[in-house]
């Protein structure tokens, strides 16, 4: 089943379903796209890359 942003539609890598998890909800069933986490935090796109990479190396299960 492919997964799509809830907010705007596109198709949903799965970077984006673990962003979804990690910065809104670790429960969700329902995913966002990173653009739109970013607008909904006020942050850019680089930011939340930045801080995706940041969780990456300290060996967030997310992330791998």
């Not at 997964?3 to 705007?8: D, K, Q, T």
């Not at 990690?22 to 966002?32: M, V």
């Not at 930011?47 to 791998?64: H, K, N, P, S, V």
Request: hydrophobic share 35%.
């Amino acid at each position: 089943m492919t997964e799509y942003c809830v907010r705007c539609g596109k198709k949903l890598a799965r970077l984006d379903v673990a962003a979804t998890m990690k910065f809104i909800n670790r429960g969700a069933t329902e995913y966002y796209c990173l653009d739109c986490i970013a607008e909904h935090y006020g942050v850019p796109v680089s930011r939340l890359r930045e801080m995706i990479e940041y969780y990456r190396r300290q060996g967030c299960a997310l992330f791998q």
